[in-house]
């Protein structure tokens, strides 16, 4: 189950990773970098998003759904 976004852990975010699932392989790595940017930038709107603890913070970690996909390419 995925995590809310929550204001502390963001403040101690020392990483971020991206998961793309299957049906993204086939696009350009260019594009979805800046997609997963996008998505980091606001990571309050991602649709399924966990914190994972690390020993110097946490790492967000955003799962992509298409949901998020339509919402960052408008």
Known sequence: MANAFDPYREALVVETQTIWPDEYDTWDDA???????L?????????EMDYVRMHTGFCRQITVTPADVERVRK
């Open 39 to 47: 998505l980091h930038a606001e990571p309050q709107l991602a649709g």
């Open 31 to 37: 594009e979805r970098e800046h997609l997963a940017s």
